[in-house]
């Protein structure tokens, strides 16, 4: 268990609809990221959040949105779905905001998208 | 910018065997990380070794070692004493150290069977 938490773990939702991934990071780490993996795309960097800023942002389509709360837990917010956002997607969390020495970045168990 | 490459898809090795998987990367930073992450039929993404550019010694955990060629921006994964359980996905991972390269940037990865 590597203490970030992801719910839900399973989705199956239709095109066109929204639906909202969550986040909860490890206890003290103040960094989240968002990756999503699909068979022929690997794992993609999606957004970097550092204590409630966004620091960085990857190939994220305009159709989704993410943020950091105050209590440092983040959502992915993914809309107008299509077929292709089928994907696994992962959070991550890390104490700092850069992996120095000691600061390890630990994955979720993921969520399973599925667009029908 | 980042990039990772894995150029072999899948490799299979004997139980007990030592196989080793091969990674590329390239990177404008001067300070930077590199990481191999393992991904079990399970999905979850497991931290398996770390290296940090700045340090010469290769990087060891148990069974598990680096051989990280800086001038050649080559960084491989030797298993050694393989077990049923190494069976998974294996990822090559780089991170750098500010900005938009504080995420980690992931290689496509790839298959290890390990035979009984």
């Known amino acids: 268990d590597s203490g970030v938490t992801q719910t839900p773990k399973h989705l199956i939702t239709a095109t066109g609809q929204r639906v909202t991934l969550r986040c909860s990071p490890r206890s003290g780490d103040l960094s989240v990221y968002w990756y999503q993996q699909s068979l022929d795309q690997g794992l993609q960097f999606l957004i970097h959040y550092y204590n409630g800023e966004e620091r960085a942002k990857g190939n994220i389509l305009e159709r989704f949105s993410a943020q950091q709360f105050p209590d440092l837990h983040s959502e992915l917010n993914l809309s107008s779905l299509e077929l292709g956002d089928s994907a696994l997607y992962f959070c991550?969390?890390?104490?700092?905001?850069?992996?120095?020495?000691?600061?390890?970045?630990?994955f979720g168990e993921g969520s399973w998208l599925t667009v029908v | 910018a980042q990039t990772v490459t894995q150029s072999q898809p899948e490799m299979s090795v004997q139980e007990a065997e030592t196989v080793t998987l091969s990674c590329t990367y390239d990177t404008s930073e001067s300070n930077y990380y590199l990481f191999w992450y393992k991904q079990p039929p399970s999905r979850q993404m497991i931290l398996v070794i770390r290296?940090?550019?700045?340090?010469?010694q290769n990087a060891t955990e148990n069974r598990f070692s680096v051989n990280f060629q800086k001038a050649a921006k080559s960084f491989s994964l030797k298993i050694s004493d393989s077990q049923l359980g190494d069976t998974a996905m294996y990822f090559c991972a780089a991170g750098g150290v500010g900005g938009a390269n504080s995420k980690l940037t992931f290689g496509k990865g790839i298959t290890l069977s390990v035979r009984p």
């Open positions: 290296q940090e550019a700045y340090k010469q």
């Open positions: 991550a969390s890390s104490t700092f905001e850069v992996p120095v020495d000691g600061n390890t970045i630990y």
